[in-house]
Nanobody, 114 residues
Framework: QVQLVESGGDLVQPGGSLRLSCAAS????????MAWYRQAPGKQRELVAR???????NYADSVKGRFTISRDNAKNTVYLQMNSLKPEDTAVYYC????????WGRGTQVTVSS
């Protein structure tokens, strides 16, 4: 059974930082592309960042220079370091694993507000 479990979401002030984690089980983690998506109320789910099995990364323009995706294959975990957070970053953040199939976590809430 595949499980992706996100953690690290919280309420943070503008300009603050958070690190999200996604722990995977039931898959051969190292060969999967891993990604973070987010969905704000009333909006479509959008790609935030992706990291390939060989460590290549790409980011949405809205988060470039502020967010960093990384992976630890020994821990079957992908991270999203989020700095200089803005109110428009408020959303539920979802972890995705992709190879032959697509798997999703249940999400973690990030709220950026003063």
């Amino acid at each position: 059974q595949v499980q992706l479990v996100e953690s690290g979401g919280d309420l943070v002030q503008p300009g603050g930082s958070l690190r999200l984690s996604c722990a995977a089980s039931g898959i051969t983690f190292s060969i999967h592309f891993m990604a973070w998506y987010r969905q704000a109320p009333g909006k479509q789910r959008e790609l935030v960042a992706r990291i390939t099995s060989d460590g290549s990364t790409n980011y949405a323009d809205s988060v470039k220079g502020r967010f960093t995706i990384s992976r630890d294959n020994a821990k079957n975990t992908v991270y999203l370091q989020m700095n200089s957070l803005k109110p428009e970053d408020t959303a539920v953040y979802y972890c995705q694993a992709l190879r032959n199939n697509v798997y999703w976590g249940r999400g973690t809430q990030v709220t950026v507000s003063s």
